[in-house]
Protein backbone atom coordinates (compact mmCIF):
# COMPACT_ATOMS: atom_id res chain seq x y z
CA UNK A 1 0.00 0.00 0.00
CA UNK A 2 2.86 2.86 0.84
CA UNK A 3 4.89 1.77 -2.20
CA UNK A 4 1.76 1.99 -4.73
CA UNK A 5 1.26 5.56 -2.63
CA UNK A 6 4.57 6.57 -3.17
CA UNK A 7 4.64 5.50 -6.77
CA UNK A 8 1.47 7.73 -7.87
CA UNK A 9 2.98 10.79 -5.56
CA UNK A 10 6.27 10.97 -6.80
CA UNK A 11 6.80 12.17 -9.95
CA UNK A 12 9.74 13.06 -11.88
CA UNK A 13 12.03 15.38 -9.12
CA UNK A 14 13.07 17.51 -11.52
CA UNK A 15 9.90 18.77 -13.37
CA UNK A 16 8.30 18.47 -9.64
CA UNK A 17 10.76 20.32 -8.53
CA UNK A 18 10.99 23.18 -11.21
CA UNK A 19 6.88 23.44 -10.91
CA UNK A 20 7.07 23.86 -6.71
CA UNK A 21 9.64 26.72 -7.14
CA UNK A 22 7.46 28.61 -9.28
CA UNK A 23 4.06 27.83 -7.91
CA UNK A 24 5.53 28.97 -4.52
CA UNK A 25 7.07 32.29 -6.25
CA UNK A 26 4.22 33.06 -7.92
CA UNK A 27 1.95 32.71 -4.99
CA UNK A 28 4.26 35.38 -2.95
CA UNK A 29 4.15 37.51 -6.23
CA UNK A 30 0.36 37.11 -5.97
CA UNK A 31 0.19 37.65 -2.55
CA UNK A 32 2.32 40.87 -2.46
CA UNK A 33 0.54 42.17 -5.37
CA UNK A 34 -2.34 41.93 -4.06
CA UNK A 35 -1.69 43.90 -0.94
CA UNK A 36 -0.70 46.31 -3.25
CA UNK A 37 -3.92 46.71 -4.49
CA UNK A 38 -5.84 46.76 -1.24
CA UNK A 39 -3.49 49.10 0.62
CA UNK A 40 -3.75 51.50 -2.62
CA UNK A 41 -7.71 51.07 -2.91
CA UNK A 42 -8.10 51.46 0.95
CA UNK A 43 -5.63 54.64 0.36
CA UNK A 44 -7.76 56.24 -2.80
CA UNK A 45 -11.16 55.82 -0.53
CA UNK A 46 -9.59 57.60 1.99
CA UNK A 47 -8.66 60.70 -0.10
CA UNK A 48 -12.06 60.42 -2.03
CA UNK A 49 -14.16 60.39 1.27
CA UNK A 50 -15.23 56.44 0.15
CA UNK A 51 -13.96 54.88 3.36
CA UNK A 52 -16.86 57.35 5.29
CA UNK A 53 -19.52 55.92 2.77
CA UNK A 54 -21.06 52.24 2.03
CA UNK A 55 -19.12 52.58 -0.96
CA UNK A 56 -16.03 51.75 0.65
CA UNK A 57 -17.58 48.26 2.33
CA UNK A 58 -18.12 46.95 -0.88
CA UNK A 59 -14.96 47.90 -2.54
CA UNK A 60 -12.83 46.46 0.44
CA UNK A 61 -15.19 43.16 -0.05
CA UNK A 62 -14.35 43.31 -3.92
CA UNK A 63 -10.60 43.93 -3.54
CA UNK A 64 -9.76 41.01 -1.36
CA UNK A 65 -11.88 39.25 -3.66
CA UNK A 66 -9.44 40.52 -6.72
CA UNK A 67 -6.61 37.21 -5.95
CA UNK A 68 -9.27 34.75 -6.74
CA UNK A 69 -10.79 36.33 -9.82
CA UNK A 70 -7.32 36.91 -11.19
CA UNK A 71 -6.42 32.96 -10.69
CA UNK A 72 -10.12 31.57 -11.29
CA UNK A 73 -10.02 33.73 -14.70
CA UNK A 74 -6.89 33.08 -15.86
CA UNK A 75 -7.95 29.27 -14.76
CA UNK A 76 -10.61 29.84 -17.23
CA UNK A 77 -9.02 30.96 -19.92
CA UNK A 78 -6.49 27.69 -19.57
CA UNK A 79 -9.49 25.34 -19.58
CA UNK A 80 -8.76 24.58 -16.43
CA UNK A 81 -12.63 24.68 -15.02
CA UNK A 82 -11.81 22.61 -11.62
CA UNK A 83 -8.66 24.90 -10.48
CA UNK A 84 -11.23 27.88 -11.49
CA UNK A 85 -13.84 26.83 -9.53
CA UNK A 86 -12.09 24.58 -7.11
CA UNK A 87 -10.24 27.76 -5.62
CA UNK A 88 -13.71 29.98 -5.25
CA UNK A 89 -15.08 27.71 -3.11
CA UNK A 90 -11.91 26.68 -1.32
CA UNK A 91 -11.19 29.95 -1.08
CA UNK A 92 -14.90 30.57 0.81
CA UNK A 93 -14.18 27.37 3.31
CA UNK A 94 -11.12 29.08 3.88
CA UNK A 95 -12.07 32.42 4.92
CA UNK A 96 -14.70 30.93 7.38
CA UNK A 97 -13.08 27.94 8.86
CA UNK A 98 -9.05 29.23 8.79
CA UNK A 99 -8.80 32.75 9.03
CA UNK A 100 -12.04 33.59 10.88
CA UNK A 101 -11.33 30.92 13.34
CA UNK A 102 -8.02 32.06 13.70
CA UNK A 103 -9.04 35.11 14.29
CA UNK A 104 -11.65 34.15 16.74
CA UNK A 105 -9.18 32.50 18.39
CA UNK A 106 -6.80 35.69 18.96
CA UNK A 107 -9.83 38.06 19.85
CA UNK A 108 -13.66 36.80 20.45
CA UNK A 109 -15.64 38.27 18.19
CA UNK A 110 -19.04 39.91 19.63
CA UNK A 111 -21.86 42.31 17.58
CA UNK A 112 -24.33 44.61 18.25
CA UNK A 113 -27.35 43.98 17.73
CA UNK A 114 -28.33 45.56 14.59
CA UNK A 115 -24.58 44.20 13.16
CA UNK A 116 -25.87 40.97 13.97
CA UNK A 117 -29.83 41.24 11.85
CA UNK A 118 -27.50 42.47 8.95
CA UNK A 119 -24.99 39.70 9.60
CA UNK A 120 -27.61 37.16 9.01
CA UNK A 121 -29.10 38.66 6.11
CA UNK A 122 -25.73 38.37 4.30
CA UNK A 123 -24.64 34.90 5.97
CA UNK A 124 -28.55 33.65 4.58
CA UNK A 125 -27.91 34.80 0.82
CA UNK A 126 -24.02 32.96 1.52
CA UNK A 127 -26.10 29.88 2.24
CA UNK A 128 -28.71 29.48 -0.29
CA UNK A 129 -26.37 30.40 -3.27
CA UNK A 130 -24.18 26.91 -2.63
CA UNK A 131 -27.37 25.07 -1.73
CA UNK A 132 -28.50 25.95 -5.21
CA UNK A 133 -25.91 25.08 -6.95
CA UNK A 134 -26.23 21.91 -4.98
CA UNK A 135 -29.89 21.23 -6.70
CA UNK A 136 -28.48 22.06 -10.37
CA UNK A 137 -27.07 19.62 -11.75
CA UNK A 138 -25.56 22.05 -14.60
CA UNK A 139 -24.21 26.17 -14.48
CA UNK A 140 -24.06 28.41 -17.04
CA UNK A 141 -24.47 32.20 -18.23
CA UNK A 142 -27.85 31.75 -16.84
CA UNK A 143 -27.07 30.85 -13.42
CA UNK A 144 -24.09 33.78 -13.67
CA UNK A 145 -26.35 36.52 -14.26
CA UNK A 146 -28.74 35.29 -10.86
CA UNK A 147 -25.38 35.69 -9.60
CA UNK A 148 -24.50 38.91 -10.81
CA UNK A 149 -28.20 40.16 -9.79
CA UNK A 150 -27.77 38.46 -6.54
CA UNK A 151 -24.52 40.96 -5.94
CA UNK A 152 -26.26 43.94 -7.00
CA UNK A 153 -28.33 43.22 -4.83
CA UNK A 154 -26.34 43.00 -1.78
CA UNK A 155 -24.90 46.31 -2.75
CA UNK A 156 -27.93 47.56 -2.48
CA UNK A 157 -28.78 46.04 1.16
CA UNK A 158 -25.64 47.67 1.90
CA UNK A 159 -26.50 51.18 1.23
CA UNK A 160 -29.98 50.89 2.58
CA UNK A 161 -28.83 49.35 5.85
CA UNK A 162 -25.79 51.88 6.05
CA UNK A 163 -22.72 49.32 5.98
CA UNK A 164 -19.31 50.81 5.98
CA UNK A 165 -16.01 50.27 6.04
CA UNK A 166 -14.81 51.55 9.17
CA UNK A 167 -11.44 50.10 9.19
CA UNK A 168 -10.49 52.77 6.41
CA UNK A 169 -11.21 56.24 8.36
CA UNK A 170 -10.54 59.51 7.19
CA UNK A 171 -7.35 61.04 5.83
CA UNK A 172 -5.84 63.80 7.65
CA UNK A 173 -6.57 67.65 5.80
CA UNK A 174 -3.15 69.23 7.49
CA UNK A 175 -2.14 72.10 5.24
CA UNK A 176 0.72 69.95 3.96
CA UNK A 177 -1.50 66.77 3.80
CA UNK A 178 -3.66 69.28 1.23
CA UNK A 179 -0.39 70.04 -0.61
CA UNK A 180 0.88 66.60 -1.32
CA UNK A 181 -3.18 64.82 -1.65
CA UNK A 182 -2.83 65.55 -5.81
CA UNK A 183 0.68 64.21 -5.78
CA UNK A 184 -0.52 61.30 -3.40
CA UNK A 185 -3.75 60.59 -5.43
CA UNK A 186 -2.20 59.90 -8.75
CA UNK A 187 0.62 57.70 -7.11
CA UNK A 188 -1.83 55.50 -5.36
CA UNK A 189 -3.71 55.30 -8.82
CA UNK A 190 -0.28 54.36 -10.40
CA UNK A 191 0.55 51.88 -7.92
CA UNK A 192 -2.64 49.98 -8.24
CA UNK A 193 -2.62 49.81 -11.94
CA UNK A 194 1.03 48.20 -11.32
CA UNK A 195 -0.77 45.89 -8.80
CA UNK A 196 -3.31 44.96 -10.86
CA UNK A 197 -0.79 44.38 -13.61
CA UNK A 198 1.44 42.07 -11.44
CA UNK A 199 -1.75 40.35 -10.10
CA UNK A 200 -2.51 38.82 -13.65
CA UNK A 201 0.82 37.97 -14.47
CA UNK A 202 1.45 35.93 -11.47
CA UNK A 203 -1.99 34.52 -11.79
CA UNK A 204 -1.21 33.04 -14.87
CA UNK A 205 1.63 31.62 -13.24
CA UNK A 206 0.16 30.15 -10.34
CA UNK A 207 -2.47 28.49 -12.44
CA UNK A 208 0.06 27.19 -15.51
CA UNK A 209 2.43 25.46 -12.86
CA UNK A 210 -0.70 24.48 -10.48
CA UNK A 211 -1.90 22.28 -13.19
CA UNK A 212 1.21 20.79 -14.11
CA UNK A 213 1.78 19.91 -10.26
CA UNK A 214 -2.07 18.62 -10.18
CA UNK A 215 -0.97 16.21 -13.56
CA UNK A 216 2.71 15.04 -12.47
CA UNK A 217 1.09 13.94 -9.17
CA UNK A 218 -2.39 12.53 -10.54
CA UNK A 219 -4.60 14.98 -8.34
CA UNK A 220 -7.84 16.76 -9.68
CA UNK A 221 -7.13 20.32 -10.61
CA UNK A 222 -9.88 21.27 -8.46
CA UNK A 223 -8.40 19.99 -5.16
CA UNK A 224 -5.23 22.08 -5.81
CA UNK A 225 -7.56 24.85 -6.43
CA UNK A 226 -9.66 24.38 -3.05
CA UNK A 227 -6.32 24.00 -0.87
CA UNK A 228 -3.16 25.11 -1.70
CA UNK A 229 -4.60 27.68 -4.02
CA UNK A 230 -7.30 28.95 -2.17
CA UNK A 231 -4.95 29.19 1.13
CA UNK A 232 -2.78 31.58 -1.36
CA UNK A 233 -5.52 33.77 -2.54
CA UNK A 234 -6.74 34.25 0.54
CA UNK A 235 -3.39 35.61 2.33
CA UNK A 236 -5.25 39.11 1.57
CA UNK A 237 -8.05 38.34 3.78
CA UNK A 238 -5.82 37.14 6.47
CA UNK A 239 -3.73 40.17 6.32
CA UNK A 240 -6.72 42.50 6.22
CA UNK A 241 -8.17 40.40 9.56
CA UNK A 242 -4.77 40.33 11.52
CA UNK A 243 -4.82 44.36 10.54
CA UNK A 244 -8.11 44.83 11.64
CA UNK A 245 -7.64 42.78 15.17
CA UNK A 246 -4.05 44.53 15.50
CA UNK A 247 -6.31 47.78 15.82
CA UNK A 248 -9.11 46.25 17.71
CA UNK A 249 -11.47 46.10 15.00
CA UNK A 250 -12.23 42.44 15.38
CA UNK A 251 -15.63 42.83 13.91
CA UNK A 252 -14.22 44.54 10.69
CA UNK A 253 -12.28 41.41 10.55
CA UNK A 254 -15.52 39.77 10.52
CA UNK A 255 -16.94 42.16 8.30
CA UNK A 256 -14.47 41.84 5.53
CA UNK A 257 -14.02 38.00 5.69
CA UNK A 258 -18.19 37.52 5.28
CA UNK A 259 -17.98 40.55 2.58
CA UNK A 260 -15.68 38.50 0.46
CA UNK A 261 -17.01 35.34 0.75
CA UNK A 262 -20.50 36.54 -0.84
CA UNK A 263 -18.57 38.65 -3.65
CA UNK A 264 -16.93 35.23 -4.16
CA UNK A 265 -20.32 33.26 -4.83
CA UNK A 266 -21.70 36.21 -6.28
CA UNK A 267 -19.91 38.37 -8.34
CA UNK A 268 -16.68 36.51 -9.18
CA UNK A 269 -18.29 33.09 -9.58
CA UNK A 270 -21.23 34.77 -11.71
CA UNK A 271 -18.33 36.46 -14.06
CA UNK A 272 -16.41 32.63 -14.56
CA UNK A 273 -20.23 31.75 -15.53
CA UNK A 274 -21.37 34.26 -17.86
CA UNK A 275 -17.83 33.77 -19.67
CA UNK A 276 -17.28 29.96 -19.48
CA UNK A 277 -17.87 28.79 -23.21
CA UNK A 278 -19.88 25.65 -21.61
CA UNK A 279 -21.77 25.10 -18.87
CA UNK A 280 -20.03 23.20 -15.73
CA UNK A 281 -21.35 19.82 -14.20
CA UNK A 282 -21.20 20.98 -10.16
CA UNK A 283 -21.81 17.66 -9.34
CA UNK A 284 -17.60 17.33 -9.67
CA UNK A 285 -17.75 19.98 -6.59
CA UNK A 286 -20.52 18.69 -3.90
CA UNK A 287 -17.62 18.13 -1.84
CA UNK A 288 -16.60 21.89 -2.09
CA UNK A 289 -20.08 22.88 -1.90
CA UNK A 290 -21.11 20.95 0.89
CA UNK A 291 -18.51 22.19 2.96
CA UNK A 292 -18.95 25.30 1.80
CA UNK A 293 -22.56 25.58 3.52
CA UNK A 294 -21.22 23.90 6.27
CA UNK A 295 -19.31 26.08 7.48
CA UNK A 296 -21.33 29.22 6.61
CA UNK A 297 -24.44 27.63 8.72
CA UNK A 298 -21.86 26.93 11.56
CA UNK A 299 -20.88 30.41 11.91
CA UNK A 300 -24.71 31.72 11.65
CA UNK A 301 -25.25 29.22 14.62
CA UNK A 302 -23.02 30.46 16.73
CA UNK A 303 -23.91 33.52 16.31
CA UNK A 304 -27.11 33.77 16.80
CA UNK A 305 -26.36 31.94 20.18
CA UNK A 306 -24.94 34.75 22.05
CA UNK A 307 -24.00 36.97 18.92
CA UNK A 308 -20.26 35.79 20.18
CA UNK A 309 -17.89 34.38 17.78
CA UNK A 310 -15.23 33.35 21.22
CA UNK A 311 -11.76 31.35 21.05
CA UNK A 312 -14.20 27.61 21.76
CA UNK A 313 -15.92 28.14 18.61
CA UNK A 314 -12.98 30.23 16.46
CA UNK A 315 -10.89 26.09 17.74
CA UNK A 316 -13.94 24.53 16.14
CA UNK A 317 -14.47 26.41 13.12
CA UNK A 318 -10.16 25.67 12.69
CA UNK A 319 -10.81 21.75 13.46
CA UNK A 320 -13.80 21.61 10.45
CA UNK A 321 -11.02 23.68 8.13
CA UNK A 322 -9.00 20.77 8.73
CA UNK A 323 -11.67 17.94 8.66
CA UNK A 324 -12.03 19.54 4.72
CA UNK A 325 -8.62 19.32 4.05
CA UNK A 326 -8.53 15.42 5.25
CA UNK A 327 -11.79 14.89 3.57
CA UNK A 328 -10.82 16.72 0.43
CA UNK A 329 -7.88 14.23 0.01
CA UNK A 330 -8.81 11.45 1.33
CA UNK A 331 -11.79 11.29 -1.60
CA UNK A 332 -9.07 12.21 -4.07
CA UNK A 333 -6.94 9.07 -2.89
CA UNK A 334 -10.36 6.85 -3.12
CA UNK A 335 -11.02 7.42 -6.61
CA UNK A 336 -6.96 6.70 -7.35
CA UNK A 337 -7.31 3.90 -5.57
CA UNK A 338 -11.12 3.00 -7.72
CA UNK A 339 -9.10 4.27 -11.29
CA UNK A 340 -5.73 1.46 -10.36
CA UNK A 341 -8.12 -1.27 -9.81
Given at each position: ???????V????P????????????????????S????D?S????R?????????????L???T??P???????A?????????I?????S?I???G?????????????????VF???L??????????????????V????G?????A????S????K?N???GIM????????K??????????S???????????????????????????L????????????????TS????????S????????I?????????????????????IF???A??????????????????????F??????????E?????????IF?I??F???????????A
Amino acid sequence: MFTDFMHVFMPAPTDFVTQLIIFMISIVALSKTSHIVIDNSVKLARMTKLGELVIGFILLSVATSIPEFAVSFSALLSGDIGISIGNLLGSNIANLGLILGISAIIVPIAVKRTVFNRLLTILFMSSMIPLLLLTLAEVSRIVGSFLITAFCLFSIYSVKKNITAGIMGREPRSIVKKFLLPFKFYKSIAMLCIGMVGVMISSKFVVSSASAIASLMYIAESVIGATVIAIGTSLPELSVSLSAIKNEHPKIALGNLIGSCLTNLTLVLGLILIFSPFAISMHVFSTLLFFTLSTTIIVWYFFTTDRVLDRREGLFLLFIYIIFLITTFGVELTVLEILKA
